[in-house]
């Protein structure tokens, strides 16, 4: 599927097909229809689509969109080449599907009143299976074949929410490895450049505010909490490890809160947000490490640099909720030379106030592919590095400076190979 997905980008990219194009698709739920925005042209193309009832999620996985429609409990299968749909595959009535993960040739579609995960067979386009989890489950990620399913714990009949908690499956058969208590209402995960799971738990929407948790998949523990005040919704992870995470906003502004993933600081919460247009929602971000908020209210789409400045307003119509990226400029499916990493990189010394060496693993067969770029703790590029490969690791030397030679300041910065969410956290000292 990779391959013949890279083999149809290049033809069509001779024959200048908007699918050659990258863009932003943004899923309208008041509308139920779909949006598209041209990532290097900023060109809007609305209601590209029409939904199902109350749409409420939308992903890209390869040269797929998945959408999930809650009152009409169904998963649209949409090909990106056309817009077309593809499938529409039904799902238990009245389960109140929420979200979705893809992998590989599974769906997996959370059901928020059924309190189930719904497996979905996307090659011959059936339900497979379905699996219990904990209580009103909203949120679900893949990690190395385990789900990760974040129960928000509501109760239909008061409103309240109970212990927040994210259940952990075997992908395949749906075996309960661990159930992790978090903080209050956990709606949505989103891996770090350390491999921690972030949990945004946004509070009971009264008096217990917002949280991120974050969560080690290697033992399924809780490591620490950050505390963000406000209504944290759905985060996002840049190259530096800094988190973007949506928080509402339903009177003047839409809220934006960011973190240090890494270092578990809060930069921007709830006593000084980054403003939005109204009702910031859905959230993405590019390969170029572009943030784009959906604006329920504002009917909207903001683009924001790392620094939180918004760049680009663009109109969409009838309440956008959900973005997804298809973005091939860094995407490592389309490009077997990239390789992926097998060992730990190592940097030395670290601290270092001069320069830096930098083994970076790759296997044999694949040698002299690595580029390394370096980001800085808000996620902007710093530089790029190339080395001659060994036979079981690239070696780059960094001598604190960005791409047009001018040193770099004291800070924490960030290592990572082209294509690969891994990062190496370095120390500049002067």
């Known amino acids: 599927m990779r391959q013949l997905a890279t083999v149809l980008s290049a033809i069509l990219a001779i024959t ?21 925005i041209n990532l290097e042209s900023g060109a809007v193309e609305n209601d590209i689509l029409t939904l199902g009832v109350v ?22 299968v949409i090909a990106i080449e056309n817009n077309q749909v593809v499938h529409e595959i039904p799902l238990p009535v009245n389960s109140n599907p929420w979200n979705v993960a893809v992998e590989s040739e599974f769906a997996y579609i959370t059901g928020f009143a059924s309190s189930k ?18 209580q009103s489950p909203e949120g679900i990620i893949i990690i190395d ?26 992908a395949g058969d749906g075996a309960l490895i661990a159930q992790v208590n978090v903080g ?65 906003g339903w009177i003047d502004h839409g809220y934006l809160f960011s973190y ?52 680009a307003a663009y109109p969409v119509p009838g309440g956008p909720m959900s973005v997804a990226i298809f973005d091939t400029r860094t995407n490592i499916d389309a ?21 830096v060496t930098i083994n970076w693993p790759e296997s044999g067969d694949q040698a002299g592919h690595v580029v390394l770029e370096i980001f800085d703790l808000q996620g902007r590029l710093i530089t790029n590095l190339t080395a001659e490969a060994g036979m079981r690791a690239s070696r780059f030397y960094w001598d604190g400076s960005n791409q047009v030679g001018e040193p770099v300041s004291t800070g924490i910065y960030f290592a990572r190979a082209k294509g690969l969410k891994q990062a190496l956290k370095l120390v500049l000292l002067k």
Do not use: W
């Open 16 to 36: 200048g097909s908007s699918f050659a194009q990258n863009y932003a698709y943004i899923l309208n739920g008041l509308s139920e229809t779909l949006s598209r």
């Open 335 to 355: 490009n077997p030379d990239i390789p992926r990493a097998t060992d730990l990189p190592i940097a030395y010394p670290n601290p270092f106030n001069g320069s």
């Open 260 to 311: 240090d993933a890494m270092n578990r600081n809060l930069l921007r919460g709830s006593d000084n947000p980054i403003l939005v247009d109204i009702g910031a929602m859905g959230i993405a971000i590019d390969s170029l490490g572009y943030i784009y908020t959906a604006n329920q209210l504002g009917n909207s789409i903001n683009k924001l640099n790392s620094a939180g400045d918004i760049l």
């Open 55 to 76: 749409p409420n999620h939308v992903v890209c996985n390869d040269d797929r969109l998945y959408v999930v429609n809650s009152i009409s409990a169904s998963l649209q």
């Open 117 to 134: 995960v719904y497996k979905v067979n996307l090659s011959s386009a059936t339900l497979a299976d379905s699996f219990a989890t904990g």
């Open 184 to 248: 209050k209402n956990p709606q949505a995960l989103a891996v770090g450049p350390d491999d921690i799971i972030n949990v945004s738990c946004t509070g009971d929407y009264a008096a217990i505010t917002g949280s991120i948790y974050f969560m080690d998949p290697q033992d399924n523990t809780v490591e620490d909490s950050l505390a963000t005040g406000g209504n944290p919704f759905m985060p996002v992870m840049n190259a530096g490890g800094i988190g973007f995470v949506t928080a509402g």
């Open 145 to 170: 074949d385990k789900l990760y399913i974040a129960n928000t714990a509501f109760n239909p009949v008061d409103f309240s929410y109970g212990q927040g908690s994210v259940t952990v499956l075997d």
